[in-house]
């Protein structure tokens, strides 16, 4: 059954048909939410906010976009706002309490090779939180790879060649920095 199929159900009423449209989308709201804030709990209640905001303004949905790129600009803006608003819970996140990025231990890694690159894991994560909010959430939303640029640039309400640009201006900032870091070459 189609996701426009399960919102007219929902619509007269049917949670069934509701639950499988968050069953469906569940992962993609929480990684939009997680992108948003880095926290999962954080992400896990702003996902919650957003599928109960969702089936309260299900009348309002006219079918512009498609269900889950409309979904999605709910949860990306409920978490814009819990970012905004949870000053000490963003001071978190840009102080470093993410988690580590996971390093690839492989056989024959050298123990130097291994440190080597959860130093450069570290130096990424640091360079991301550091790039201003325009060009990070663009980024970040990308990186998860489940939505498409058309998908996310109505989730930011920014054009598709704009949204393109400040992914392409992240990663190039963060490819200067690394490479004035010393890795990698000029």
């Known amino acids: 059954m189609s996701d426009a199929e399960l919102v007219a159900r929902a619509r007269q009423g049917d949670t069934a048909a509701f639950g499988e449209l968050v069953d469906r989308h569940r992962a993609a709201v929480y990684r939009a939410a997680h992108a ?6 954080e992400a896990e209640d702003v996902a919650q906010d957003a599928f109960l905001a969702a089936y309260r303004r299900m009348a309002s949905y006219r ?5 889950k790129t409309w979904l999605l600009t709910i949860a990306w803006r409920r978490a814009l706002s819990r970012r905004r608003s949870l000053a000490a819970r963003w001071r978190r996140f840009v102080s470093g309490d993410l988690p580590e990025a996971p390093v690839p231990a492989g ?3 050298t123990p130097e090779a291994t ?8 130096h990424v ?3 991301v939180r550091a790039l201003p909010a325009r060009l990070r959430d663009p980024l ?8 498409t640029y058309h998908e996310i640039a109505a989730v930011l309400g920014i054009p598709e060649g704009t949204l ?3 992914v392409a201006e992240a990663r190039r ?3 200067d920095r690394l490479v004035r870091l010393g890795y990698g070459d000029e």
């Open 140 to 147: 970040l939303l990308c990186a998860e790879g489940e939505q």
């Open 164 to 166: 393109k640009w400040r």
């Open 63 to 67: 079918g512009e976009a498609s269900f």
């Open 173 to 175: 900032r963060l490819k």
């Open 107 to 109: 056989r024959g890694r």
């Open 115 to 122: 440190l080597i690159d959860a130093e450069l894991a570290a």
């Open 36 to 41: 948003a804030l880095g926290s999962a709990s």
């Open 125 to 127: 994560q640091r360079l």
